[in-house]
């Protein structure tokens, strides 16, 4: 064999084990591992453990496989292990239930939903897996419900201030942000511009959003269904990282929905990922949308397709940054 396939063939296994690593996390944040460090700050291992309820020979292994992977290091230089102390990384720190945006909710997503979703690929594409779009969504509990929403929201302030800048808001605007979650978008609109939002989603989300709402009577929370209605009377829309969750006949029925509501001066915006290209890295992405909830990562001719059919036309299209972009469109006549 020569250089060449060597490392390709070592490129291969790096892929083929991947998913041990989210296992590897997943574990120590159900353990509530990283955040008995981050309480101690630095700890012992058997004092670590003990706390965790994790028995040593088989808790060490654990630790071992977080220190190789950067979550965890030592604190101190004992040559007997025993002395050592624990403490975390950076990315050992961003695991932690305390801090802002952490990814500890996703990590329990890709340890929990996400890994048993993908587990089905095989069937899914051999047609022996038969699920509607609309299961994701109708089947969560409180618990998933939260889940989602941190999920999401743990990435998105940076995405959240550009869409904002992007979108250039007036204080005469009304917003309705469809299918809006918990409200965090609504709250950073607010940070730039006192306009007024109604945010619609499932009503089972009004629990978390009446938290953050109270801080505003600017934003109003609309328990509804984009399948049934959407109200009238706004002059922008937003569907920020919805379409991606819905096969092509549901993603047709919201948008022809929404064309039916808005006024001639009304624009909508459809913010979410748009493959470029077949060798595009929002490909596994649509494998994820794929087994997760049926629906579908699209290319822009896939989605001038369901515009046209429903009653809408461009005005403008925009990439945001590596990942989303923006189409901005109004009503066909
Ligand atoms: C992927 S999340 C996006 C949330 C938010 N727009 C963001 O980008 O952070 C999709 C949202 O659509 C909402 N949703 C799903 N089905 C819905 C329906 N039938 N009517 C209204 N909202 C719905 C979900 O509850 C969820 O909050």
Known sequence: MNNTNINEKYKLMNML??????????????????????????IGLKK???ISGIKYKIGYRL?????????VTYDNNEIDSSFRKLKLTTMGLLLTAKEIESLRDYVIMVGEEFYTSWSK?????????????????ECRNRRDNILLNNAISSLSQVFFTKLVNFLKLNKADKV???????????????????????????????????????KSNKIRFIGGDFFVKIPKGY??????????????????????????Q????????????????????????????????GGSIRTIREYTALIRKSN???ISFKNLDRVYSIIELARNN
């Open 262 to 293: 808005m006024e001639k001066e009304t624009r909508l915006y459809i913010v979410d990922s748009i493959i470029d290209n077949d060798n595009d890295f929002r490909s596994l992405m649509d494998i994820n949308m794929l087994v997760l909830t």
């Open 121 to 137: 690929l095989y069937d899914i594409i051999n047609n022996k897996e038969n699920f509607s779009d609309k299961h994701f969504y």
């Open 176 to 214: 309705l942000d469809l299918g809006g979650g918990d409200g965090s978008f609504a709250i950073k609109i607010l940070e730039y511009v006192n306009c007024k939002i109604d945010v619609l989603d499932r009503k089972q989300l009004l629990h978390s959003f009446k938290k953050l709402n109270n």
């Open 235 to 260: 002059d922008i829309i937003l569907l920020i990282r919805v379409l991606h969750n819905w096969s092509d006949k549901n993603v047709l029925k919201i948008l022809l929905n929404i064309s039916k």
């Open 312 to 314: 809408l036309k461009f």
């Open 17 to 42: 084990t991947s998913f041990w690593v989210p296992q590897i996390i997943y574990t120590a944040v159900k353990f509530s591992i990283l955040d008995i460090i981050q309480e101690h700050k630095s």
């Open 63 to 71: 630790i071992r496989a977080l220190i190789f992977l950067d979550i």
């Open 48 to 50: 670590l453990l003990s």
